[in-house]
């Protein structure tokens, strides 16, 4: 399995992912599910992905030679007029991934099925943030919806609902997001550390701050321990039951 | 779907069940997934469970019958010599009922599955909690595992991993179940109100203090506003992300 997410708030986006892959479960590796793409002053993209690993590479693979031939003028990742246009680039890519392994066609169900986030900003654009379906079709996010999870998301899913506040600097979106990981982390052995994680602020088109975080990682520690007593006294606080 | 949860504490057990069943989107009914059985001052069991309602529901009027013509010499629920003996009676039944509807042969996968979470005290034994698969097999709750969780479990099983204290007072695990099962109806339509709650205390062998929390139920209301709450004051209380 996997955990990624990707959070919008006003001043930028907040990317992060887990590095677990297994055929198995007694074999594991760390494999980066993000992927960037900058061309500074002019865009920035980040593309976190889920599901089978052969075909989330190779959905990143031609992505990326698209990008390094361009004389075959084939459609480039860093070559679309908008985030629409990228997000539909990369639905085709998913979707012409999956038709080579699946005889029947693509589907949802499909063995070798990938499922994607991806976000970033291009020039006279806003940051905008979809959720990208192995069909190669597509959602984005909005204020009703303001960050989308794939892989194993239920786990980490009710904290990011109570707390997500559109106004949080990507500090605290970073403090949240490690709490939604952290929680994922300690109830499913398929998504595990190192985590990734990326800032993006809105209207700089350049990429922003990037940590991995080792389960050492002193912080990620201060959050883990931290968290367990900030919610035991947080239950204290609410009104005893009384029959 | 459905969400039960059984809990083990050094004073007894508690109980909790949503009420939501549905077949499709827009077919939802309310129906108990809670039944309690008692010979006072000599036994008390409870039975949740989860899965396919036909199945779920043959299986427990199978269990009821038997209590009621004993004269057959069939197996009763009542009469068994141990919490254990009546855990394999439960995993026997569900697993005849699955190969009725199951032409070859009960399984997990099966259509017309069902789990049950069964707790409760015998006279000269302890209290006691187990998770019965449709295979008719069952594992026990103990110090390292003292809760089974059935059905939607993944969103509200954080917050019991980290709050849960073999010491609690009955009082203290219903709330705590109850924030997790509002942080699981939160996010999942299948899960739904009104709430089943029983308690059993430790060497009464009776039925405890029993409760039904609709949404409008003014505790549950404080609950489920006031996490939001506390969660966000846990969430400043952490310490800041510094880049």
């Known amino acids: 399995m996997t955990y990624c997410v990707g959070l919008l708030v006003d001043r930028g986006l907040v990317f992060m992912s887990d590095t677990r892959t297994n055929a198995g479960i007694d074999n594991i590796s760390v494999v980066s599910k993000m992927k960037t793409w900058e061309v500074p002053g002019e865009r920035f993209l980040c593309l976190l992905s889920a599901g089978n690993l052969a075909t989330t590479q190779s959905t990143v693979s031609l992505l990326e030679e698209r990008l390094l031939a361009p004389a075959e003028r084939q459609p480039a990742i860093l070559t679309q007029p908008s985030?629409?246009?990228?997000?539909?680039?990369?639905?085709?890519?998913?979707?012409?991934?999956?038709?080579?392994?699946?005889?029947?066609g693509?589907?949802?169900?499909?063995?070798?099925?990938?499922?994607?986030?991806?976000?970033?900003?291009?020039?006279?654009?806003?940051?905008?943030?979809?959720?990208?379906?192995?069909?190669?079709?597509?959602?984005?996010?909005?204020?009703?919806?303001p960050f989308f999870q794939i892989g194993e998301h239920k786990y980490g899913r009710p904290i990011i609902i109570r707390t997500?506040?559109?106004?949080?600097?990507?500090?605290?979106?970073a403090?949240?997001?490690?709490?939604?990981?952290?929680?994922?982390?300690?109830?499913?052995l398929s998504v595990g550390a190192p985590i990734d994680m990326q800032f993006y602020e809105?209207?700089?088109?350049?990429?922003?701050?990037?940590?991995?975080?080792?389960?050492s990682d002193e912080y990620y520690q201060q959050i883990s321990g931290g968290w367990s007593d900030a919610l035991k006294d947080a239950f204290d606080c609410l009104p005893p039951f009384q029959r």
């Open 106 to 145: 693509q589907s949802a169900d499909a063995l070798f099925s990938g499922t994607f986030i991806l976000g970033g900003q291009i020039k006279g654009g806003r940051p905008r943030l979809f959720l990208i379906y192995p069909e190669g079709n597509f959602i984005e996010a909005g204020p009703d919806n």
């Open 202 to 215: 809105t209207d700089t088109m350049v990429a922003g701050y990037k940590r991995r975080f080792e389960l």
């Open 164 to 173: 997500y506040d559109p106004q949080m600097s990507l500090e605290d979106c």
């Open 175 to 188: 403090k949240l997001l490690l709490v939604s990981f952290d929680s994922t982390i300690r109830s499913n």
């Open 83 to 104: 985030m629409f246009q990228t997000a539909k680039l990369v639905g085709e890519t998913i979707k012409e991934v999956i038709s080579y392994t699946t005889p029947a």
